[in-house]
């Protein structure tokens, strides 16, 4: 089921897409990509007895709104509106690729309406001691450039988003460019706000085969949050990680969330 919310801010339109009955997840997809990634995460959640709500950006699907000089506390109000409106009390906040740093800016911005969050992985906030190779990074604007062919567009999807051997074809399309704003909004943000996602417990996926985030960095993190934090690691799987490994994604995400009452 598709709902769209109106945002804090006045001709602001924030599109949700719900699935299933029960404690409530809210989803957030990497910039530039969109709802529609959660596909089949919300199905898993559905069976687990969990209601999903996943979220569009600015600029995803139908939502809408102005896409420039906009902060990460911007982002934020678009999540809170979607909770606000259609949940009852706190929900468990999940964040895929630079959605981890909305889901913990969610939960340090407005500490009310996030029960947990989990980072998938768990990045954005150390990139000076953890940066992206620049061949990497040269990579990353070729992936959703549809002036380039299949296969060019297949091997920098593979270079930067999935592990060796995995499939890159599923995220040839699914790419909302008008929703990269996000990713500006972040790195215009500091940090020492957000990096923590405030006090609630967090599970961090970390993917073995990621180029964007090493393991280092993901376990790096973890320690500096102590007990509250739940750090697991994925083989086979890059940046990518939902269209990699969904199953074993899914199988964690749900253990974790049944450790709440």
Same mark, same amino acid.
């Given at each position: 089921?598709?709902?769209?919310v ?10 949700a897409l ?9 989803l957030?997809p990497?910039a ?12 898993a959640?559905?069976?687990?007895g969990?209601?999903?709500? @996943?979220?569009?950006y600015?600029g #995803?699907? =139908?939502?809408r709104g102005? &896409?420039?000089e906009l902060?990460?506390? *911007?982002?934020?109000?678009?999540v809170?509106?979607?909770i ?28 009310d ?23 990497v ?12 062919s299949?296969e060019e567009?297949?091997?920098?999807l593979?270079i ?17 460019p008008? @929703?990269s704003?996000?990713?500006q #909004?972040m =790195?215009?943000?500091?940090p &020492? ?5 405030? *006090?609630v417990?967090m599970?961090?996926?970390q ?32 940046h990518a ?21």
């Open positions: 089921m598709k709902t769209i109106s945002g804090v801010t006045p001709g602001v339109e924030v599109e719900i699935e299933g009955a029960g404690p409530d997840v809210v957030l990497s530039g990509r969109g709802a529609e990634d959660f596909a089949e995460l919300q199905a959640l559905t069976a687990a969990y209601r999903s709500l @996943a979220v569009n600015r #995803a699907g =139908q939502s102005p &896409e420039r902060s990460l506390r *911007d982002v934020v109000d678009d809170a509106s979607v606000t409106q259609l949940c009852e009390g706190p929900v468990h906040v999940v964040g895929h690729a630079l959605g981890n740093t909305v889901a913990r800016a969610t939960a340090s911005y407005r500490p309406l996030a029960r947990s969050v989990t980072a998938m992985p768990c990045g954005g906030h150390n990139l000076a001691a953890h940066p992206v190779a620049p061949e990074m040269a990579h990353f604007p070729r992936c959703h450039d549809h002036s380039l299949r567009r297949l091997i920098s593979g930067v988003f999935f592990a060796p051997g995995n499939d890159a074809s599923s995220w040839l399309e699914g790419w909302w008008a @929703a704003w996000v990713g #909004a =790195q215009q943000s500091n &020492e706000d957000w990096q923590r996602g405030g *006090d417990p599970l961090i996926i993917p073995l085969d990621d180029a964007m985030l090493s393991r280092e960095a993901g376990l790096e993190f973890a320690r500096s949050l102590g007990p509250r934090a739940t750090y697991v690691e994925v083989a086979q799987c890059g990680i939902l269209p990699e490994q969904p199953q074993l994604i899914a199988e964690h995400l749900v253990q974790f969330l049944r450790t709440f009452p």
